[in-house]
Nanobody, 123 residues
Framework: QIQLVESGGGLVQAGGSLRLSCAAS????????MGWFRQAPGKEREFVAG????????DYADSVKGRFTVSRDNAKNTVYLQMNSLKPEDTAVYSC????????????????WGQGTQVTVSS
């Protein structure tokens, strides 16, 4: 099983930026599609972004399109989420996940989860 560890969360003012990282170990990282999810208090977990194993295909939730960018570096076994123009409603625990395909990840079918990193956006 692949192990995932997120980092890069923190407190930022509205309009600011953060870059999250998710480091993988244990299995061949480039075999997996990767996704970012978030969960705010009292709300369901939602898909944020996904990227194919090669990085050639990406997918975003409508709420983050044009503001967030997902990328990966297979040589470093790491996937990133660049978050710009942050809004208070982006406040949540962000987790990365590994799966077979982006659409499977969107459907909640993932092989592994990370522990998550807190992102707080102040107004």
């Amino acid at each position: 099983q692949i192990q995932l560890v997120e980092s890069g969360g923190g407190l930022v003012q509205a309009g600011g930026s953060l870059r999250l990282s998710c480091a993988a170990s244990g299995r061949t990282f480039s075999n997996y599609a990767m996704g970012w999810f978030r969960q705010a208090p009292g709300k369901e977990r939602e898909f944020v972004a996904g990227i194919s194993w090669s990085g050639g295909i990406t997918d975003y939730a409508d709420s983050v399109k044009g503001r967030f960018t997902v990328s990966r570096d297979n040589a470093k076994n790491t996937v990133y989420l660049q978050m710009n123009s942050l809004k208070p409603e982006d406040t949540a625990v962000y987790s990365c996940a590994a799966g077979s395909r982006i659409d499977f990840l969107r459907a909640g079918m993932m092989d592994s989860w990370g522990q998550g990193t807190q992102v707080t956006v102040s107004s």
